[in-house]
């Protein structure tokens, strides 16, 4: 993913997000302990004192990184839906693997600021959506069906990626869509 040849002015724009996108995805499949500044700035063909210029340190790229990954869409028709959920999550994780977000809520080693950054996301741009939707359908408790409608799907996408389970690896995602929105939607 080197950016620029030698010789060339860099091109601050481009480089900060390559070392964002290389940053996403080797958190996302290291973990935050297991990469190093190092690893980001070799990904991208720069040394990684220019990843203090860009972010100042480990933790603010690790937290800009989960800002990237984020992939918010609020005014999506079909937000809160189970169906619009599993499918957003399940292609995600497909085309670009389980990514910083997920690893900072599942990860037991996550430093808390991230933790708490990742949880705040998720209460506020997945769980209440999902609440809001089951409050309108008159579920009893719509706060516990949100979460647990989260931690089943969140579930399905670790394991797939995992490939912890045969027949959730290799079932289709629009299966598991559906099975998930069978179960789940209120």
Known sequence: ????????????????????????????SRGFDGT??????????????????????KVSLYIAALEADRNVRPD?????SVTELAHRMLNRVERHGVGPLLQAIVRNDTDPEIRELASSYLRA??????ADRARQAGVA???????????????????RA?????????????ELVEWATARLQP
């Open 36 to 57: 190093s500044l190092r690893d980001i700035g070799e990904a991208v063909g720069v040394d990684a004192s220019l990843i203090a210029r860009y972010f100042g340190n």
């Open 162 to 174: 995992g490939h912890d389970l045969p027949a959730i690896a290799s079932a289709s995602i629009e």
């Open 125 to 130: 741009n997945l769980v209440k959506p999902l």
């Open 141 to 159: 408790n719509p706060d516990l069906q949100a979460e647990l409608t989260l931690a089943t799907i969140m579930g399905i996408v670790l394991l």
């Open 1 to 28: 993913m080197t950016i620029n040849a030698p010789g060339r002015r860099r091109d601050s724009i481009a480089t900060r997000l390559a070392l964002l996108e290389a940053a996403r995805e080797l958190f996302g």
């Open 76 to 80: 999506h028709p079909d937000q809160g």
